[in-house]
């Protein structure tokens, strides 16, 4: 009688990063596990469709294999990289068996690869072979079904993965790249300022990657600038939240007046490093309600007049948290580069004023002195700008 192998299906999760965190590593893997069980509910929509277990170094999660699942995890962070699996009794016709069919399914989608190699992990022994034992075994039952496949040990094109467990164990014949970093929320919270251009949700995402939950907050620069803008920070926001498990509203202070207001009362040369004081000031109120330990920007040493070191230096005076700024020594080519690679260079690019440009002197100072700035701003009603804001930040549109 033939032999019927269940096509019962899983994914795999593997980590690099996560491996190297010692006795914290149970920790770490138990939060990358509740990440990818909360991403795929947002894609899945039941979240009773969705095992998702850890054991010996693996998070493997029982789900079908589709467009939706393949979505959701490559946006997951702590991933190196993830594989759709097939589940088969752990026996040796079986998982010949099941090899053989996965290998005919992979020809038939991808084409034949030019050479290929079996790699089998032993995390049970419930099989007596060797894993180099079991490589050859399966590799010749694959060789006899295909005789045109070449083994080659050292650079194969091609490597079918075998899990032996105990009671069932598991196949894969592909691997997808994952977007490696730590699990989301392995760190502090932070808050990003999010101008609609190119580096802010770029920054943002770099947050994220390193673990820390990222909260969102624009200056809004009406009635200077259109509702266009603010769609656009959404949107951004948005594509952002799709890289954290539990998305992030944006919050929008009102600040187009106030800049009026500077502008009217302070050195045209100034205004900039003005604004830009005055949004840390408010900022870190936010930040402060929100629960967020530091600020996120996406500035970069030298790109613009106020991204100088002497600039920044001045601006951080302002702020009550650490400002951190995960592109500071990325150049244009880079940040594009990495918009594209997230997915919001698309949406960076449309149109939209940055409000930090309102009222903006073509010649800006270049290195502001802390003595000249603290004489501004003893000619502006600080307090009063950073009640006002902070009492008038709103939620924007929810993001999902």
């Not at 808050?191 to 200056?219: E, N, T, Y």
């Not at 803008?229 to 498990?245: A, I």
């Not at 000619?379 to 930040?393: C, F, G, H, I, N």
Request: aromatic letters at 8%; one cysteine or more.
């Amino acid at each position: 009688m033939e032999l019927v192998v269940p096509h019962e299906r899983a994914i795999l999760l593997r980590y690099n990063e996560i491996a190297l965190k010692g006795d914290n590593r149970g920790w770490f893997e138990e939060k990358l596990a509740l990440n990818a069980r909360k991403m795929l509910k947002r894609h899945l929509g039941n979240e009773s469709l969705v095992s998702v277990s850890r054991k010996y170094g693996r998070v493997i999660i029982n789900t079908d294999w589709n467009l939706d699942t393949q979505a959701a995890l490559s946006h997951l962070f702590g991933v190196s990289s993830f594989s759709p699996m097939r589940a088969v009794p752990t026996n040796h016709e079986s998982l010949k068996q099941g090899v053989v069919e996965e290998v005919e399914r992979y020809i038939k989608t991808w084409g034949s690869p030019a050479s290929f190699r079996v790699m089998t992990r032993r995390t049970e022994k419930a099989l007596p072979e060797t894993s180099m034992q079991i490589d050859s075994a399966i590799g010749g039952a694959i060789q006899k079904a295909f005789p045109s496949l070449k083994v080659n040990l050292n650079s194969p094109a091609w490597t079918v993965g075998i899990e032996v467990r105990n009671e069932k164990s598991y196949i894969w014949t592909e691997k997808v790249e994952g977007a490696a970093g730590l699990p989301v929320g392995t760190n502090g919270s932070v808050l990003a300022l999010m101008s609609g251009g190119l580096d802010s949700p770029v920054a943002a995402i770099k947050a994220l990657k390193r673990g820390s939950p990222v909260s969102f907050i624009h200056f809004y620069g009406a009635p200077f600038v259109g509702p266009e803008v603010l769609e656009k920070v959404n949107e951004l926001t948005r594509l952002v939240n799709r890289y954290q498990p539990d998305p992030k509203p944006l919050w929008v202070v009102p600040f187009g007046k106030i800049q009026e207001s500077i502008a009217l009362k302070t050195n045209p040369k100034m205004r900039t490093i003005l604004y830009r004081r005055l949004m840390m000031r408010i900022a870190t109120e936010v930040a402060k309600n929100l629960d967020c330990q530091a600020l996120i920007t996406g500035e970069s040493l030298g790109q613009v007049a106020s991204q100088t070191l002497e600039n920044m230096s001045v601006i951080n005076e302002a702020a009550g948290l650490p400002v951190l700024r995960p592109l500071i020594t990325y150049d244009k080519v880079e940040i594009v580069n990495e918009a594209k690679k997230w997915g919001t260079y698309e949406t960076s690019i449309r149109h939209g004023v940055d409000c930090c440009t309102l009222f903006a002197d073509r010649h800006p100072t270049i290195r502001a002195q802390k003595s000249a700035i603290d004489a501004q701003e003893k000619l502006l009603p600080l307090e009063e700008y950073v009640r006002t804001a902070v009492r008038s930040a709103s939620r924007f549109l929810e993001t999902k």
